[in-house]
T-cell receptor, first 114, second 111 residues
């Protein structure tokens, strides 16, 4: 058990570019969550998966955002046509059962849009 | 919808003093409640969680929290602060299959 792994740790991109982040959950965990955290705020829920099925998406997840978990293992979060407002820490978490019992978080990917 | 309110975005205590971070939840049904800690540029680490088994919950690093239904509170305490406790602390509540976080309280430890 190596924990939840997120790559890259940091990403600097120019406005208008596309970026993709990867999350590898704990291997036996079937639920995977994405959150966004801006400076001075708590994590805000974006979306989650049970195995490969995306079960819920927040209204924060605009059309420029897409998340996948194709084989029920790792997940990717893509942001198209990045905007400066997308600058944030993107956190991934996983859980064995319902997330209501608590998650294990990765270290996050910090995105800076310049 | 579930929510939590953390009182005080910044709290400063002297090293060795009592730490008290306040959290109130909004729900008529006791949910699962959590405290997470976040160190700079890191993800969140679970300190403790309340799952209705006991109202006083002990966590890691000497922290504990008491669930008080009558006050809808779940305050986090530690008897004696250490410099290494300086971090951001988040109270959180379960909702359906996920967790909703408060805005956080940054704890400063004064030497």
């Amino acid at each position: 058990d190596t924990g939840v792994s997120q790559n890259p740790r940091h990403k600097i991109t120019k406005r208008g570019q596309n970026v993709t982040f990867r999350c590898d959950p704990i291997s036996e965990h079937n639920r995977l969550y994405w959150y966004r955290q801006t400076l001075g705020q708590g994590p805000e829920f974006l979306t989650y998966f049970q195995n490969e099925a995306q079960l819920e998406k927040s209204r924060l997840l605009s059309d420029r955002f897409s998340a996948e978990r194709p084989k029920g293992s790792f997940s990717t979060l893509e942001i198209q046509r990045t905007e400066q407002g997308d600058s944030a820490m993107y956190l991934c978490a996983s859980s064995l059962q319902t997330g209501a019992y608590g998650y294990t978080f990765g270290s996050g990917t910090r995105l800076t849009v310049v | 919808a579930q929510s939590v309110t953390q009182l005080g975005s910044h709290v400063s205590v002297s090293e060795g003093a009592l730490v008290l971070l306040r959290c109130n939840y909004s729900s008529s049904v006791p949910p699962y409640l959590f405290w997470y800690v976040q160190y700079p540029n890191q993800g969140l680490q679970l300190l403790l969680k309340y799952t209705s088994a006991a109202t006083l919950v002990k966590g890691i690093n000497g922290f504990e929290a008491e669930f008080k239904k009558s006050e809808t509170s779940f305050h986090l305490t530690k008897p004696s602060a250490h410099m290494s406790d300086a971090a951001e602390y988040f109270c959180a509540v379960s909702q359906d299959d996920k967790i909703i976080f408060g805005k956080g309280t940054r704890l400063h430890i004064l030497p």
